[in-house]
C-alpha cells in the first residue's frame, strides 16, 4: 500500500524538478532584476532621446546639420576610418603570431594588448600630450616644422588608435586558438604560401570573429571621450569630434542641441547591440568549429 | 630562436611578432613610458608633495570609495540580473541580454548628461528623491550613480557563462541529499561563481577609477568635495602644470597595472578551478 501510493507521487515530483525555485521567488528576482536594468539602463537611454525632442523636430534637425555638428560628424567618421584598418591588421598580426605558434612570453603579450583598457582615457590623452605637445620630446620639432599633433586631427586620431587597439586581437585570439591549425598546415602541405593560407584559409574563417570585434572597436572608436578630450583643445568646426561637440554645447546650456547631437551617438550605440547580437551567435558558430 | 619559439610548419611567426611588438610599442608601450619619465624629472618630495596634497588625497578617497560602492552594487545586482538571464524565463529575454553591454557601447559623454538630466532636482528621478532632501546630481552621490552605469555589464558578462556551464547534476545531487534551494545555492552554486564574480568585480572597480566621461557632468567637480582623480590631471594640465599632471597620473598607472596583474591573476585561478572541476 504504501510502496505503490509512493510509486504513484514520484512522476509528480518530476514534474516540479528539484534544481528549480518557488514560483514567487523567481517572480520576486526577475522582477528585481528588471527594475534595477530599467532604473540604471533603460531610463538613461530614453532620456536622451526625450530631451533631444524635447523643442520639438525642427529643432532637433537644425541641431544636428548645423556646420559644427557636421564638421564633428566628419571628424569622427575620419578618426574612426584610419583607427579601424590598422587595428584591424595589427589584431589579425597579433592574432597570428599568438593562436598559432608557441613561444615564450605569450601570456605577457596578451596582457600588454589588453593594457590601453586599463589606463585612464584622461591618462591616454596626457601620454600624447607630454611626447607631442609643446613641451614634450617632439614638441620643438614639431613645431620647427610647423607641425601640430596636438590640439589638432592627428593628436585625435593617434588617442582613438590608443584606446582601441584591444578590440579585434582580443576577439580574434581566442577565436583562432579554437580553430587550431589543421586548416592552414594542410594548406601549406598542399603547395600554398603564407598570405594564400591567410587569405583562403584563416580569414574565411575568422570573418565573423572580425566584424565582431571590428563592431565594438568602431563603437569605441566613435564614441571616445576621455582621452581625445585631452588632445583636442576644442576648436569647433576643427577638432571636435561628436563625442566633444555634446560637451560643448552642454557646457553652453544648449541642452537641447546637446542632447540632438547625443542622440545621435545613442543610435550609433543601439546599432553596434543590434548587430552585435546578431554577429555573436555566428561567431559561437566558427568557435564550434561549424564554418558556414 | 628555436629555444624561444617551437617549431610549426606555418610560416609568417616573425613578420607577424615583429609587427604587433612594433605596432605595441609605438601605440602603446613608449607613450606609457614618457609618463614614468617626466615624472622621473621630479624630486621625490616634489613628487610627494604633489600626490599628497589635500585636494589630491579628496580625489583619491571620493574615486576609491564610490567606485569600491559602485563595484559592490554591480557585484551583487550583476549576480542577480545574469541568475534571471540564464535561469528563469521571460518575454523580451533577448532584448534585455542585448541591452546589458549599453554602458559599453554609449560613449561616455552620452552616459553622462543623460544621468544629469534624470538625477537633477527636475528630472525623472530627482523630481521625487528632491523633497525627501537626497541629491543625486552635483554631489558624490552622482559620481556613484554614473559609476555604476559604467561597470554594469562587467560582471553580468563575466558570471553569466560561468553560470551557464554550471551541470544540474550537482544541483539535483544537492537536492536529493536534502539541501533546500538556499543551501545548494550557497554550497554548490555560489562557490562555482565566486571567482567569475570577482573578476567581474575587479573589472568594473578597475573601469570606475579610471572613468572620466560620464562622472564630470553629474558630479559637480567641486574642489574637495566632488572632484574625481583624473578631472585634477585635467585641471593642472590645463593650468599647465604638466609635472603635477604628470605625477598624478603616474599614481593612477601604478595603481591600474596593479589591479590589471590582479584581475589576470584572479581569472589564471578562476581557469584552474574550472579545469579542476
Not at chain 1, 4 to 23: C, H, I, K, N, Y
Not at chain 1, 56 to 81: N, Q
Not at chain 1, 229 to 244: F, P
Not at chain 2, 77 to 87: D, K, M, S
Request: one cysteine or more; aromatic letters at 12%; charged letters at 10%.
Amino acid at each position: 500500500m504504501a510502496t505503490s501510493s509512493s510509486s504513484q507521487t514520484f512522476p509528480v515530483q518530476l514534474a516540479a524538478p528539484v534544481t528549480q525555485e518557488q514560483p514567487w521567488i523567481r517572480w520576486t528576482l526577475t522582477l528585481l532584476a528588471l527594475s534595477f536594468l530599467s532604473l540604471f539602463l533603460l531610463l538613461p537611454l530614453m532620456g536622451v532621446f526625450f530631451e533631444a525632442l524635447k523643442k520639438g523636430w525642427d529643432v532637433y534637425i537644425d541641431a544636428i546639420t548645423e556646420p559644427d555638428a557636421l564638421a564633428a560628424i566628419r571628424l569622427t567618421l575620419t578618426a574612426a576610418a584610419i583607427a579601424i584598418p590598422l587595428n584591424l591588421v595589427f589584431g589579425i598580426a597579433a592574432a597570428w603570431a599568438i593562436a598559432k605558434f608557441e613561444f615564450y612570453g605569450k601570456s605577457i603579450l596578451i596582457s600588454l594588448i589588453d593594457l590601453p583598457f586599463s589606463v585612464s582615457p584622461v591618462v591616454t590623452g596626457l601620454i600624447y600630450v607630454l611626447i607631442f605637445g609643446l613641451q614634450g620630446w617632439a614638441g620643438p620639432w614639431l613645431k620647427e616644422h610647423d607641425l601640430a599633433v596636438i590640439f589638432a586631427v592627428p593628436g585625435i586620431v593617434l588617442a582613438t588608435i590608443f584606446v582601441t587597439v584591444p578590440f579585434i586581437a582580443r576577439e580574434l585570439i581566442p577565436l583562432m586558438q579554437a580553430q587550431g591549425s589543421e586548416e592552414e598546415e594542410a594548406a601549406i602541405a598542399l603547395g600554398a604560401n603564407g598570405w594564400q593560407t591567410l587569405w583562403y584559409v584563416t580569414l574565411p574563417n575568422i570573418k565573423w570573429g572580425l566584424l565582431y570585434g571590428t563592431i565594438l572597436c568602431n563603437a569605441r572608436a566613435m564614441g571616445e571621450f576621455g582621452a581625445v578630450s585631452v588632445v583636442s583643445g576644442h576648436i569647433r568646426g576643427l577638432t571636435n569630434t561628436l563625442s566633444l561637440h555634446v560637451e560643448i554645447l552642454y557646457n553652453e546650456y544648449n541642452f537641447v542641441a546637446a542632447f540632438a547631437v547625443a542622440s545621435l551617438l545613442a543610435l550609433l550605440a543601439l546599432l553596434t547591440l543590434a548587430l552585435k547580437t546578431l554577429v555573436e551567435a555566428k561567431v559561437a558558430q566558427q568557435i564550434r568549429g561549424n564554418h558556414s | 630562436m628555436s629555444t624561444f619559439k617551437q617549431h610549426s610548419v606555418l610560416p609568417g611567426f616573425n613578420l607577424a611578432l615583429g609587427f604587433t611588438l612594433l605596432y605595441l610599442s609605438l601605440i602603446v608601450l613608449i607613450p606609457l613610458s614618457a609618463a614614468f619619465i617626466h615624472t622621473a624629472k621630479l624630486s621625490w618630495p616634489e613628487f610627494w608633495n604633489t600626490v599628497t596634497a589635500p585636494r589630491v588625497i579628496a580625489s583619491y578617497r571620493l574615486t576609491f570609495g564610490a567606485s569600491l560602492a559602485a563595484a559592490t552594487v554591480n557585484a551583487f545586482f550583476g549576480l542577480l540580473v545574469a541568475w534571471v538571464l540564464v535561469r528563469y524565463p521571460f518575454p523580451g529575454k533577448r532584448l534585455v541580454d542585448a541591452l546589458i553591454d549599453l554602458p559599453f557601447a554609449l560613449p561616455t559623454s552620452v552616459a553622462g548628461i543623460t544621468l544629469t538630466a534624470i538625477y537633477t532636482g527636475n528630472g525623472w528621478i530627482g523630481q521625487y528623491l528632491e523633497p525627501m532632501g537626497i541629491r543625486i546630481a552635483f554631489t558624490p552621490a552622482g559620481v556613484f550613480v554614473a559609476l555604476t552605469f559604467i561597470g554594469l555589464p562587467f560582471v553580468v558578462r563575466t558570471v553569466q557563462p560561468v553560470l551557464e556551464e554550471i551541470e544540474q547534476e550537482l544541483e539535483e545531487a544537492a537536492a536529493m541529499l536534502g539541501a533546500t534551494r538556499w543551501q545548494t545555492f550557497r554550497h554548490i552554486i555560489f562557490p562555482a561563481v565566486l571567482p567569475a564574480l570577482a573578476t567581474g568585480f575587479a573589472l568594473a572597480f578597475a573601469r570606475a577609477i579610471g572613468e572620466y566621461g560620464s562622472v564630470i557632468f553629474i558630479a559637480g567637480n567641486i574642489p574637495m568635495i566632488s572632484e574625481i582623480t583624473p578631472l585634477l590631471i585635467i585641471t593642472k594640465l590645463e593650468q599647465y602644470d604638466y609635472a603635477g599632471a604628470t605625477a598624478i597620473a603616474t599614481v593612477m598607472l601604478v595603481i591600474s597595472f596593479t589591479l590589471l596583474l590582479f584581475i589576470n591573476l584572479l581569472q589564471w585561478q578562476a581557469r584552474r578551478h574550472n579545469t579542476k572541476v
